[in-house]
Each structure stands twice: as structure tokens, then as C-alpha cells.
């Protein structure tokens, strides 16, 4: 068996110590960065190769190539991209960054590159030592001496650096190690250290360190001086303005401009000019200070960039001027907006206190509706009206705090929340700001945002509102924030006590008519390129539409069925013909067949059957409810997925009814021969809620008296097991949904009479109401004789 030839070893000296390292080393090419022997240097390892290099070195021999390229953007630089001078490093330290190596090399000797070896995984060099070239001379004396002196009058001159330095200069008697220090310190490009990185003659590199050292003393001595004469005639911040610019001024006479230089005076000049507060300003200088002095290379560069770039940008003292001309306001209300005349009113009653108050607290608003009826669109409408731009946000499936608050700059890709990109966006710190869907958000691990907004919309808090990516204060008072929601249950007590509740219930079949007409007509027409004038849609036909083809609260159904029609009406133009005014019997050639019927309307055929009327999310709505009797076991079914309050509900009418059967002129015998049924349709949806037991009575009644509920009439309230109707909430709702299903009469809890002020009038007038006291009065009223 032959034995495997040994690696060729290559020896160096440093400082009186021979040293042997193999021949062959791995390479890490690097950007923007020279190493010298004798120096210490932290690197940031992020490519493949380069970190398999370190991990190489690391794990076996201990010493490392290092070589710089010529250009920094190539990833993979081959042989021909790379200098072909460069240094023999030990590896003193190696720590995984997560998203790369971070390693600590210490500077060894010069070599010159003889090959490169390109291997998959790593690239590999062989080299030679290139020696310092030095004779012990009078001239490499003086030299010497001359630098050191110069060096330290530098130090002296330059506060920035620390006076320790002069003492360890004092203790450097190597001229090659004097020179290497004083080149790895100095402020020279990348091409000026490669050359004297590559200069094996120390004195000729002493040469060259001599001019550069005089140049910066001169530079330091005029900084000094200006600094001196501006400091007794000019504030801190006007002297460190003109100082900077001095600077500037003498680096590009002597050619010596530094892209990082420039950079951070840029961002100086940006902050000036910004205006911004005392606090924040000082935040920002401190961070340009902290880029002017990292390297280039570095990750971190990046981070304070956009840190702050976002400073910056945010619009700490930027605002518009609010339109105090209430008439004005008015008009640009009522020409965007039907109705709704509560939520007008509190914006102009704003804007009034505005003109007598300087700076008013903003108000919290929360628009509470069903979908479709303009919530949203009323913002913008207010943002119109005050002359202030209009940004918005939807909280809909939000479930992480730092979406609200950002996150912390620890984090890789860290940014504000969506408040303060909000604010970015629309360049003011005063607009209308929407935050939509409110009652959707959501909460997980990540924490709660409904939290997080407490601070937003607490007006005694949110004058130094914190994000955490800024970690600055904010002041958020200016902003008029209107919250929209369907519902108010789903929202966290706290967050909704802090909001002023407006609500913007569904609108009535006439008052839909009079949108379409005035609103939703012209804007399709306009969406889709027709001459608002060039098409008619009659009144009865937006009526037909409203009752056979929607189902809504809102108009969002209405909207798109317009759009159908206005679609077809755009195609008869592009093909040449004339468009025929649109008629009544018409829409079911251009809608199809009618896709609602109006079931109120339809004749209860039967005892046993009552309707209900419910509130929703998105609106009211009627509902029947169905009761039976079969021969069996004495038993109570209830089918429709009920929930749990609306099947005691049905468990306290049968008891009152069979409590009370003999005044009621029931036989108490059925109730042991029978079972009973209660069921109530749509059965895919979920049914809860009180205000059904008063229904609930009516079909019992209705089933055990054998005695029909009378045809369109709707009731709702709860009941007790005495006999008593008490009041139930979402009346305005479920007079609406009545009205739109075409029934004619209502019943309802006496208590709940007071509510009626809400409804519009002409569908008082259109309805007939019967108000109850007890369960006799809901079974006389509701039953027929």
C-alpha cells in the first residue's frame, strides 16, 4: 500500500517566528474590503462558496486566502475578476449569523496568485509569499519616524479618534507593520490600498502614506479652524451644516470623495430641510452618523438606510387645510350621499366646532351597517367635504399586532404598521382615515390588533402613538379616523367604547329607486361609456328590479344588475342599432327569470305556520316558522338549526300554552297524545335570538286552536312563562324586511312603540302596527276568527 503524498507546505516569518501553512488554500473572495497583514478584521460570509472556504479553513489547517475583487456586484468571480495580490489570514473566530458566516481574520502575509483552482463547491488558490522589501537605511529611518509623527498629529487633530492611538503609534518600531497599519486606517479607496497592498517596498509605501497623511492634516487643520470661527457666531445646527459643507467643499478639491460620505450628507441636508421635530430629528442624525461609519458591505447598511428613508418620508408636519365652509360641505354631502342625514349633521356639527376651536380632538366615528349601504363611500365623501385626503385600511382577517403597530427592526424586512404606511401614502398627518371592517379582526399567537388600536383611537393617547418600528412618537390627533362595521358584537368592549356609534341601516324599496335613479345609473353610464342621457331606466322598472332580483339592505345587487342593463345597452350602440327605452316586461329577456319572490305575500294555507321577522348582520329579514302535531309519545322536536336561546325560546311557548291551555280552549289531553314538530326553513342556516318566542306562540296557538294565522302579518318579541311580551332590539331592520317582503301588518312588544321614530315614514304609512302586552293579546291580534 503507497503512501499518500504529503500536502506542500510554504513558511513565513512573523515576528521572529517561522510559521508553515500549505500551499494550497481555500479562497474568499471579497467586496469593498483590502485586508493587511497585521490586522484584525471582521468579514460577513453570505455566498455558498465562501462560506464552505471559512467552514474549510475553520475545520483544518486554520489559515485562509483572502483575495478582493475587482468588481462588487459579480456573485462568482472567476480568476480573471480578482487581484491578483492578496493576504494569508489565520481564522481566529467563526459564528453562524443565521444568514450567513461571521468571521474574524487576522492578517498574516502577501502573496501573489500562481493559479486558482475552480472546484463545485469551493474555489482554491496556490500562491506565493511576497516579502517585504526593506534595507536598514537612513532614509527608511527617517522614514519611518516621519510617519509616525505625522500620525499622531492627525490623531491630535481629529476628534473622532482616540487619543490611545498616539501611544500604541509610539510603540511600532517595524517599519512594514507601521506601514500596513497606517494603509488598513486611513481613508483610501480600493484601487489606492490594492497598490500599496501590492508595493513589496516598504519605503516606497511609507512614500505614499507620507502624502496622504499630509493631505489629511491639512484638511483637518482648515476643518478645525472653520469649526472654531463658526462656533461663536452661528447655532450647533447651523455650524454643523457649514462644517459638513466645508468638508465636502475640500474633499472634492483634493479628489478624496467618499460615496458613503456623501451619502450621510445628503441624508443631513434631507433632515434639515424636513422640518422635523427636535426629538425625531436628533433620532435621525444619529442613525445617518451610525451609516457614515459602516462599512459598505455591511447588511446593516441597508437597514438603517430604510429606517431612515422612512423617517423621512412620514409626514411629521405636513397637513392640509380644512374647508370650514359649511354650506360647502353640505352640498358635497348631499351630492355624494342619499339620505343619512344623522351622520351629515355630525360631520358639519365637526366641522363647526373646528372653526371655534383651534385644535379640536378629533372625533372617533364607526359607521354600523349592513353591507352595501355606503359606508365606505361616505368616508371618502367626508374627506370631499373637508378637503382632506382620504386613506384606508381594511382590518378584515387581521390577526397580527405588529400589521397595526409594525415590527421591531430586529426583524429581517421590518416596516411600520399599516397606520403609519397609511399616513406615508397619503403625505398628510390629518386625512381621513377609514378602517374597514372592524368587527372582523381576528387574534392568534402573533397577539391582538384589536389591542393595538386602542392606543390609535383613544384621542388622550394618540397624540405619541409608538410603533415599534420607528420607536418614536407619533402624533396621530389630527387624524379623523371612521371605523366601519356590520355588527357590534364581534367588536372587544373596550375598542368599541372608545368609538363614537352612527348607524346606517338598510334602505326602503323607494328610497333604493331614488338611488339608482340619482346615483347608480349615471355612474355605470359613465363606467361604461355611455351618455348618461342616451339611457332611461324607468322608475318601475329600478322598483321591479328592486323586489324580483335583490334581496339586499344595501345596493350593492341593485348596482350590478344596473350595470347588467347598461352593459346590454352599450352593446346594441356598438353594433349600430338603436337602444328601445327598457320596460317592465322586459327584464326577464335581459335579467332572466325573477330570482326572488315575495314570500310575505303568499297565502298560509294552513294553521300551524307563523312569520317571523329577524336581524342580520346585513340587514332584517322574515322568516316562517312551522309547527306540527302527530300521534306518539308526548315530545318536543325542533329542526332548522336552532341555537340554543332560540330553542328555549320554543320550549317556553309550548309550556305557557300548555300552562295556560284551559283559558286558551285547548284540550290538555292532546299534549299527552301527541308529539310535536317545530320547524323553521332554510335549515343550512343557523336561527338564534329571543325575539322569535312571540312567532313561536302564534304557530303553536295557530296549530292547537286549529285557527289560521292571518295572511301577511309578521311578528317578533320574546316572551316570558308568565305571559309577558317583552321588547326586542333591530326594529328598524325587521320593519324594513317586512316592508320589502310585502306584508301588511306588524306585530310588536308595546315597549318597542317608541322605535318607530327611526322608521322612514312612508313605510309607517304603508304598514298597519299592532303593539302586545301578553301572550293573549299576540293569539287574539295574530289569529284569525
Not at 251 to 278: F, S, W
Request: glycine share 8%.
Amino acid at each position: 500500500m503507497m503512501a499518500e503524498n504529503p500536502m506542500p507546505e510554504v513558511s513565513i516569518e512573523i515576528q521572529g517566528e517561522s510559521i508553515s501553512i500549505p500551499a494550497e488554500l481555500p479562497l474568499l473572495p471579497v467586496r469593498n474590503t483590502v485586508v493587511f497583514p497585521g490586522t484584525t478584521l471582521p468579514l460577513a460570509v453570505g455566498r455558498p462558496r465562501s462560506a464552505a472556504a471559512v467552514r474549510e479553513a475553520a475545520s483544518g489547517s486554520g489559515f485562509l486566502a483572502v483575495l478582493a475583487q475587482r468588481r462588487a456586484e459579480v456573485d462568482a468571480p472567476r480568476q480573471e475578476g480578482l487581484y491578483d495580490v492578496g493576504v494569508v489570514t489565520r481564522v481566529l473566530q467563526v459564528v453562524d449569523a443565521g444568514q450567513g458566516l461571521s468571521v474574524v481574520v487576522l492578517g498574516l502575509a502577501r502573496f501573489r496568485v500562481l493559479e486558482i483552482i475552480e472546484e463545485e463547491e469551493v474555489q482554491r488558490i496556490r500562491f506565493e509569499i511576497l516579502p517585504d522589501r526593506l534595507e536598514e537605511t537612513a532614509e527608511a529611518e527617517a522614514a519611518r519616524r516621519t510617519v509616525q509623527r505625522l500620525a499622531k498629529d492627525l490623531i491630535r487633530l481629529r476628534d473622532d479618534l482616540p487619543d490611545e492611538l498616539q501611544e500604541m503609534v509610539d510603540r511600532l518600531t517595524d517599519a512594514a507593520r507601521l506601514a500596513d497599519l497606517a494603509a488598513f486606517g486611513l481613508n483610501f479607496s480600493v484601487e489606492e490600498r490594492m497598490a500599496l497592498l501590492g508595493q513589496p517596498d516598504v519605503v516606497a509605501r511609507l512614500r505614499v502614506l507620507i502624502r496622504h497623511l499630509t493631505r489629511e492634516i491639512r484638511v483637518a487643520q482648515v476643518s478645525r479652524d472653520f469649526a472654531r470661527k463658526a462656533a461663536g457666531e452661528i447655532d450647533e445646527g447651523r455650524r454643523k451644516a457649514l462644517l459638513r459643507e466645508q468638508l465636502r467643499k475640500i474633499q472634492e478639491e483634493l479628489g478624496d470623495t467618499d460615496d458613503q460620505v456623501v451619502e450621510a450628507d445628503e441624508l443631513r441636508q434631507r433632515i434639515e430641510e424636513a422640518g422635523l421635530p427636535e426629538e425625531v430629528a436628533q433620532v435621525t442624525l444619529r442613525e445617518v452618523s451610525r451609516l457614515a461609519s459602516v462599512p459598505s458591505h455591511s447588511p446593516e447598511r441597508s437597514v438603517i438606510r430604510t429606517y431612515v428613508e422612512w423617517i423621512l418620508d412620514l409626514p411629521w408636519t405636513e397637513e392640509t387645510e380644512d374647508h370650514l365652509d359649511l354650506p360647502h360641505a353640505r352640498q358635497i354631502l348631499d351630492e355624494d350621499n342619499y339620505d343619512l342625514e344623522r351622520v351629515k349633521e355630525r360631520v358639519l356639527e365637526y366641522l363647526a366646532v373646528r372653526r371655534l376651536v383651534k385644535e379640536p380632538k378629533g372625533p372617533i366615528l364607526c359607521f354600523l351597517g349592513p353591507p352595501g349601504v355606503g359606508k365606505t363611500s361616505l368616508g371618502k365623501s367626508i374627506a370631499r367635504a373637508m378637503g382632506r385626503k382620504f386613506a384606508r385600511i381594511s382590518l378584515g382577517g387581521v390577526r397580527d399586532e405588529a400589521e397595526i403597530r409594525g415590527h421591531r427592526r430586529t426583524y429581517v424586512g421590518a416596516l411600520p404598521g399599516r397606520i403609519l404606511q397609511g399616513l406615508k401614502t397619503v403625505g398628510t398627518r390629518n386625512p381621513v382615515f377609514m378602517l374597514d371592517e372592524m368587527d372582523k379582526i381576528g387574534m392568534d399567537y402573533h397577539g391582538d390588533p384589536s389591542s393595538a388600536l386602542l392606543e390609535v383611537l383613544d384621542p388622550e393617547q394618540n397624540h405619541t402613538f409608538s410603533d415599534h418600528y420607528l420607536e418614536i412618537p407619533f402624533d396621530l390627533s389630527k387624524v379623523l379616523f371612521i371605523g366601519t362595521a356590520n355588527r357590534t358584537d364581534t367588536i372587544p368592549p373596550p375598542l368599541l367604547d372608545r368609538m363614537e356609534i352612527i348607524e346606517l341601516p338598510g334602505y326602503t324599496a323607494r328610497e333604493k329607486v331614488r338611488i339608482g335613479q340619482e346615483f347608480l345609473v349615471p355612474r355605470q353610464a359613465r363606467e361604461h361609456g355611455v351618455d348618461a342621457d342616451s339611457i332611461r331606466i324607468p322608475e318601475e322598472v329600478l322598483l321591479r328590479i328592486v323586489e324580483e332580483y335583490t334581496r339586499e339592505a344595501g345596493v350593492r345587487a341593485l348596482e350590478r344588475q344596473i350595470a347588467s342593463l347598461v352593459r346590454k345597452h352599450a352593446l346594441k350602440l356598438a353594433e349600430g342599432h338603436e337602444p328601445e327605452p327598457i320596460q317592465p316586461d322586459d327584464l326577464a329577456r335581459l335579467l332572466g327569470p325573477p330570482s326572488f319572490t315575495r314570500e310575505g305575500a303568499e297565502r298560509i294555507d294552513r294553521p300551524g305556520i307563523a312569520i317571523g321577522m329577524v336581524w342580520t348582520p346585513v340587514g332584517g329579514d322574515i322568516l316562517f316558522i312551522e309547527a306540527t302535531r302527530m300521534e306518539g309519545k308526548q315530545d318536543l322536536h325542533l329542526t332548522g338549526q336552532l341555537g340554543d336561546v332560540m330553542r328555549e325560546s320554543a320550549e317556553a311557548a309550548l309550556s305557557y300554552v300548555r300552562a295556560n291551555a284551559d283559558a286558551l280552549g285547548i284540550d290538555p289531553a292532546v299534549f299527552e297524545k301527541y308529539e310535536i314538530h317545530i320547524h323553521v326553513p332554510s335549515g343550512a342556516i343557523r336561527k338564534d335570538g329571543p325575539s322569535a318566542g312571540v312567532t313561536i306562540l302564534a304557530a303553536l296557538g295557530s296549530l292547537f286552536l286549529d285557527r289560521r294565522v292571518r295572511d301577511r302579518i309578521a311578528l317578533t318579541g320574546e316572551i316570558t312563562l308568565r305571559g309577558q311580551v317583552l321588547p326586542v332590539g333591530g326594529i328598524k331592520e325587521k320593519i324594513l324586511a317586512a316592508h320589502r317582503a310585502g306584508l301588511s301588518e306588524v306585530i310588536l312588544p308595546s315597549r318597542n312603540e317608541k322605535d318607530l321614530s327611526e322608521v322612514p315614514e312612508e313605510v309607517r304609512e304603508e304598514l298597519r302596527f299592532r303593539f302586545v302586552d301578553d301572550c293573549t293579546d299576540v293569539l287574539r291580534e295574530a289569529l284569525s276568527a
